[in-house]
């Protein structure tokens, strides 16, 4: 930042193939920073990011990104078709392979009830969709992508309980075989975590999972 302050400062953590990394801390705290610095949407300015031995900075940049799928909280969607828009996560995709991804993301039962199916234009940024079928879409386009390293940001956050709790079913299966980077402010919603990753002021404070972290004082452990 200006003025030379650091937005993260001194972070490592090693992630396993597979696991589910949950990064939980103030707003400001560093985590999107750290998940974004994963496929170089920033550059790292010292030290070293490396995914299986080889430094980040030795892929090719479409080679790297291509390594990775995100679903945030402010999904794009094109003004497009339902079917153009999750064909963006795969271009090579069949419509078989789109339908499949639909009936994982829990949106089947939406696009059938819409007058033109997945032909339907769902207007700029997707507004004549609701914030809950948006994400399920995102969703279903993150599975087209199959993408081995998953980035949730806040996938959840700005949706009713009924939509987060289909949502939520839909990430469960979409985590599965994935090495996934988690945030999230409900900490509810990282129990199950591989690893729990605590930030504050762009530091990594603590690191375990929810039984190690709540069985003693810890800075996770009270904002619960």
Same mark, same amino acid.
């Given at each position: 930042?200006? #003025?030379?302050?650091?937005?993260?400062?001194?972070?490592?953590?090693?992630?396993?193939?597979?696991?589910?990394?949950?990064?939980?801390?103030?707003? #400001? /705290?560093?985590?999107?920073?750290?998940?974004?610095?994963?496929?170089?949407?920033?550059?790292?300015?010292?030290?070293?990011?490396?995914?299986?031995?080889? /430094?980040?900075?030795?892929?090719?940049?479409?080679?790297?990104?291509?390594?990775?799928?995100?679903?945030?909280?402010?999904?794009?969607?094109?003004?497009?078709? &339902?079917?153009?828009?999750?064909?963006?996560?795969?271009?090579?995709?069949? +419509? /078989?392979?789109?339908?499949?991804?639909?009936?994982?993301?829990?949106?089947?039962?939406?696009?059938?009830?819409?007058?033109?199916?997945?032909? $339907?234009?769902?207007?700029?940024?997707?507004?004549?969709?609701?914030?809950?079928?948006?994400?399920?879409?995102? &969703?279903?386009?993150?599975?087209?992508?199959?993408?081995?390293?998953?980035?949730?940001?806040?996938? $959840?956050?700005?949706?009713?309980?009924?939509?987060?709790? &289909?949502?939520?079913?839909?990430?469960?299966?979409?985590?599965?075989?994935? $090495?996934?980077?988690?945030?999230?402010?409900?900490?509810?919603?990282?129990?199950? =975590?591989?690893?729990?990753?605590?930030?504050?002021?762009?530091?990594?404070?603590?690191?375990?999972?929810?039984?190690?972290?709540? /069985?003693?004082?810890?800075?996770?452990?009270? =904002? +619960?």
């Amino acid at each position: 930042y200006p #003025g030379g302050k650091k937005a993260l400062d001194r972070v490592s953590f090693q992630v396993r193939e597979g696991e589910t990394i949950a990064l939980v801390g103030p707003s #400001g /705290s560093g985590k999107t920073s750290v998940v974004n610095l994963l496929p170089r949407l920033y550059e790292i300015s010292e030290g070293d990011i490396r995914i299986d031995g080889s /430094s980040i900075r030795d892929f090719e940049l479409g080679d790297l990104r291509a390594l990775f799928g995100f679903v945030t909280q402010d999904t794009f969607l094109f003004h497009d078709t &339902i079917y153009k828009n999750i064909l963006y996560g795969n271009p090579q995709a069949s +419509l /078989s392979d789109v339908e499949k991804a639909c009936a994982l993301a829990c949106c089947s039962e939406f696009i059938e009830k819409l007058p033109k199916g997945l032909d $339907t234009v769902v207007g700029d940024r997707g507004v004549m969709l609701s914030g809950g079928e948006r994400q399920r879409v995102a &969703i279903a386009r993150a599975f087209l992508r199959n993408a081995p390293i998953l980035v949730l940001d806040e996938a $959840t956050s700005n949706l009713d309980s009924r939509s987060e709790a &289909i949502v939520q079913k839909a990430l469960q299966e979409l985590v599965v075989g994935r $090495t996934t980077f988690m945030i999230a402010h409900r900490l509810s919603t990282v129990r199950s =975590a591989s690893q729990i990753l605590f930030f504050e002021n762009g530091k990594l404070l603590e690191s375990g999972n929810h039984e190690e972290l709540t /069985s003693r004082p810890s800075h996770y452990r009270d =904002a +619960l």
